[in-house]
């Protein structure tokens, strides 16, 4: 049930989270590419992006709920599980038990057959080497071979105590496994159950009831800049930026703003790639003469970067985190070579 129901619904949220992701990201770039004096363009790729990201935020928030309930439920039915698998084994060994239990007169009679063959077997043997004695004493030009035949013997344990033996093995090996803590790690499409001594289980966070009622439909992304920051990054989020190239194109990339750059990315994985090494030495403009609409320019002495935000809001502030990181950077310069030149002084001789 928690494979065929839960697990399915949570592939199924997935899925649709996926794609909206694509539309909505499609529609950013539409909304982009419209020009200034379009206007009846402008309004409808407006009303797309909107409804879009109306879609996206709602969809977004059944995928977190499937994660949540995904979260919430796998350990009870894993455990649920192990126990009915060890219910299951228990059945099969009471069952064993009393299987055996009613051969255990054949088993008596057939040991007292076993001892009995082993009796006569012991026998035979001294009568056959008695036997082989008195001919090599009748014919004395017989040679004795120099290998002799010499029965093994074998010694049976008790089907009672290989029993016993099984049983406290896999009874010790499912008591180590309930009592020690358990985790499961989830993958894409599934969820792979691993027992792991030593691991807290951490359970995911819910949301709060007033979240589900909040209005997805805002026109854009609320982001603020900080340059106090503990992790160094005044700013960050996406960016349209134009290519050096000849053919001029705009890529979506992620841009932050930290220890004095300008610096993005094409992935969260890749390395940062910089656009302005030291931020005192640039300058950042509108760019009103171009079609595509929310531009803005970071200008420095080698090199000129165009971007483009979502939206007007996003320009201005991208444009002001810009220049407050400027004059953050000539204050803490400042601060610097004041402290150094204080540690430099020449003492003063009394």
Same mark, same amino acid.
């Given at each position: ?58 969809? /977004?928030?059944?995928?977190? &709920? ?6 919430? *439920? %796998?350990?009870? #039915?894993?455990?649920? !599980? ?29 040991? /007292?057959?076993?001892?009995? &063959? ?6 035979? *043997? %001294?009568?056959? #080497?008695?036997?082989? !004695? ?217």
């Amino acid at each position: 049930m928690f494979v065929k129901e839960d697990i399915r619904k949570f592939k199924d949220a997935k899925k649709q989270f996926e794609k909206v992701s694509e539309e909505k990201e499609n529609a950013l770039a539409k909304n982009a590419q419209v020009q200034r004096n379009k206007q009846h363009e402008v309004e409808e790729a407006t009303n797309i992006l909107t409804a879009t990201r109306k879609c996206f935020r709602h969809i /977004a928030l059944d995928y977190v &709920l499937q994660i949540n309930v995904l979260q919430s *439920k %796998r350990r009870s #039915e894993i455990l649920k !599980s192990m126990l009915s698998f060890m219910y299951a084994h228990l059945t099969f060994f009471h069952q064993g038990y009393d299987l055996f239990s009613e051969l255990r007169p054949y088993m008596n009679d057939l040991g /007292a057959q076993l001892d009995r &063959l082993g009796v006569d077997a012991a026998k035979e *043997k %001294r009568d056959m #080497e008695q036997k082989h !004695s008195t001919i090599q004493q009748k014919d004395s030009s017989y040679t004795q071979p120099k290998n002799c035949y010499r029965y093994p013997s074998y010694v049976l344990p008790d089907p009672g105590e290989v029993l016993l033996a099984g049983t406290c093995q896999v009874v010790r090996a499912y008591a180590v496994a309930i009592l020690e803590p358990m985790t499961v790690f989830p993958g894409i499409g599934g969820a792979h159950n691993v027992h792991t001594p030593n691991v807290e289980w951490t359970r995911a966070p819910y949301l709060k009831e007033q979240q589900l009622w909040k209005d997805f439909s805002s026109d854009d992304t609320k982001l603020e800049y900080n340059v106090d920051a503990a992790n160094g990054i005044v700013m960050e989020g996406y960016l349209f930026k134009r290519a050096s190239n000849a053919f001029k194109t705009w890529n979506r990339r992620w841009f932050s703003i930290q220890n004095n750059q300008l610096v993005y990315q094409k992935k969260f994985k890749d390395n940062p790639t910089v656009v302005v090494e030291d931020l005192r030495l640039c300058t950042v403009k509108h760019c009103e003469d171009i079609e595509r609409r929310f531009c803005f320019e970071v200008v420095s002495p080698t090199k000129s970067c165009m971007l483009q935000a979502d939206s007007e809001k996003l320009r201005q502030a991208w444009i002001k985190a810009v220049q407050t990181s400027i004059a953050t950077a000539y204050r803490e310069k400042g601060d610097e070579s004041e402290a150094s030149t204080s540690t430099f002084q020449d003492p003063v001789i009394q």
